[in-house]
């Protein structure tokens, strides 16, 4: 067969249509889990942001400055204003992602290690697959719930040893923080199926900007500031890349590969902030720490194993 004969085959039989289906698969797994190790960094950069600021600082300051790169990118591609039926979707990643999620880890994280708030927002790719199950329709399987269930199980566990039974104010700021966050990634990844990922969340940062300038109004009022180059440089890790940039990468690969398959790439993010934490912020890990994150990997696992 010569290369002419082969450009006029059928697109369903012509050689680059496996690159076709193949392609877009491969690199949204690619891009999603770039975002993955992107986020992994987002507790040790948030810990670093708090030795110069305060958490309500610190979260109003991060969603400003993601705000401006949202803004600028938006004009340099001349985006159109979200249509009617994107509003209310995009005011639940603004809500979840932008807001909630930020602000309740950064609370946490004031009394809470690093370490420990990664395994207990272990339990993220699970929620974040429920709830785009329940938000499309879709009945998991018993198994999918028996193993959501362990997981489940097995982070509170971890909570309570690490708590001596008695849960903690930041163990409530992180499961809170961790539902909200997860509605925000699945309506994100719906999202993202018809906007481009960038425009999801930049048009979500954006919408957020009245409610984070009061916050960083009423944080500076009220918290001192000590600058520094790990306050510094954290803060200007979570805000353009926890808040803009690694959620680029993210909604852009949940639209190829969609969101149950993208949320369990995060099955790898718990394991990484426990190594940053050690190399950046010399943490000593809770011996429970790694065999939960196990755990919660091996569940998350399963309920893919059982979804149809």
Request: glycine share 10%; hydrophobic share 55%.
């Amino acid at each position: 067969m010569t290369a002419q004969d082969s450009a006029t085959l059928p697109a369903a039989i012509a050689p680059h249509h496996s690159v076709h289906r193949f392609g877009p698969a491969a690199s949204g797994t690619a891009l999603a889990g770039l975002g993955v190790a992107l986020f992994s960094l987002s507790f040790p950069a948030t810990a670093w942001s708090l030795t110069g600021f305060g958490p309500w600082t610190s979260t109003g300051l991060r969603g400003v400055l993601a705000a401006l790169l949202a803004g600028l990118y938006l004009a340099a591609v001349r985006a159109p204003l979200p249509r009617r039926r994107h509003r209310a979707g995009l005011l639940v990643v603004s809500g979840g992602c932008v807001l909630g999620f930020p602000l309740l880890t950064t609370l946490a994280l004031r009394t809470s290690s690093t370490a420990h708030s990664a395994v207990v927002i272990g339990v993220l790719p699970l929620a974040t697959a429920v709830v785009a199950a329940l938000r499309t329709g879709r009945r998991p399987s018993r198994a999918f719930w028996a193993a959501a269930l362990a997981g489940a199980a097995a982070v509170l566990a971890f909570t309570l040893l690490q708590s001596h039974g008695r849960p903690t104010v930041a163990d409530l700021y992180l499961f809170v923080g961790l539902v909200v966050c997860a509605a925000g990634y699945a309506e994100g990844g719906r999202l993202a199926r018809d906007l481009p990922g960038a425009q999801v969340i930049a048009w979500a940062v954006v919408a957020a900007l009245p409610a984070m300038l009061l916050t960083a109004g009423l944080g500076l009022a009220a918290e001192p500031v000590h600058l520094g180059a790990k306050a510094l440089a954290g803060l200007a890790y979570i805000a353009a890349v926890s808040q803009f940039g690694g959620f680029v990468l993210w909604y852009r690969g949940m639209a190829r590969i969609g969101v149950p398959r993208a949320s369990q790439l995060q099955l790898a993010q718990p394991l990484l902030t426990l190594v940053w934490a050690v190399l950046l912020l010399g943490e000593e890990l809770p011996a429970a720490a790694p065999v939960t994150a196990a755990v919660v990997l091996l569940c998350i696992a399963a309920t893919q194993r059982a979804r149809s």
